[in-house]
């Protein structure tokens, strides 16, 4: 089983610029999570989706940062206009359901992101 | 308020040894699940053992077992017979019916 896809490794950008990361999850799973990990630190979640539609955006800095999983499949993270601050690695896991504890997420290879 | 407490930012072991990495958690919720994963230096979290809050015995997956102290609110993760590829960051991370929170991780480091 193929597990969660992400691209690019690794971005280096300058600060007011753009970016973009995608993700695909694992095949069947109806959840998608985007971390953000700051260097010493654990996972943040920034948005997480049931199929196409988004259950939590809470934590997402939104004058700044778009999310959308299009069909219900991919998913895409914006970051506009990029801050110094935003330089971390960003995760996106998915898993198979959302309203039970046991659900257990799986993670993709992350996105190593470097704003200068 | 910190809902996981990673009290050891770094661990080292003898290979072959076992080793306990702690973890405690802040819950009023007698629902929650409690999830460990290894985060080795490519980056990708991998997900290692579960236990939920109304689970009679400790979870255990080969190697990895969680010490499970319910009254003490700890979760504590063994790992048996270490091996040089045990070297990682491990977090530990609790559900209630909220989005996963993670700790902010041990690392360990495995001595041959």
């Known amino acids: 089983e193929a597990g969660v896809a992400q691209s690019p490794r690794y971005k280096i950008i300058e600060k007011r610029q753009s970016v973009a990361f995608w993700c695909n999850p694992i095949?069947?799973?109806?959840?998608l999570y985007w971390y953000q990990q700051i260097l010493g630190q654990g996972p943040k979640l920034l948005i997480q989706?049931?199929?196409?539609?988004?259950?939590?955006d809470s934590q997402l800095p939104k004058d700044r940062f778009s999310a959308e999983r299009l069909k219900g499949v991919d998913s895409t993270l914006k970051i506009q206009p990029a801050k110094l601050e935003d330089s971390a690695v960003y995760l996106c896991?998915?898993?198979?359901?959302?309203?039970?504890?046991?659900?257990?997420?799986?993670f993709g290879p992350g996105t190593r992101l470097t704003v200068l | 308020a910190q809902k996981i407490t990673q009290t050891q930012p770094g661990m080292f072991v003898q290979e072959k040894e076992a080793v306990t990495l702690d973890c405690t958690y802040d819950?009023?919720?007698?629902?929650?699940?409690l999830f460990w994963y290894k985060q080795p230096s490519s980056g990708e979290m991998i997900f290692l053992i579960y236990?939920?809050?109304?689970?009679?015995q400790n979870a255990t997956e080969g190697r990895y077992s969680l010490n499970f102290q319910k009254a003490r609110k700890s979760a504590n993760l063994v790992i048996s017979a270490s091996q040089l590829g045990d070297s990682a960051m491990y977090f530990c991370?609790?559900?209630?019916?909220?989005?996963?929170?993670f700790g902010k991780g041990t690392r360990l480091s495995v001595i041959a």
């Open positions: 989706f049931q199929n196409n539609g988004v259950v939590d």
């Open positions: 896991a998915s898993s198979l359901r959302l309203a039970d504890l046991t659900d257990t997420q799986y």
């Open positions: 819950t009023s919720d007698p629902s929650y699940g």
């Open positions: 095949s069947g799973h109806a959840t």
């Open positions: 991370a609790m559900r209630e019916r909220t989005p996963l929170v």
């Open positions: 236990q939920g809050s109304y689970d009679q």
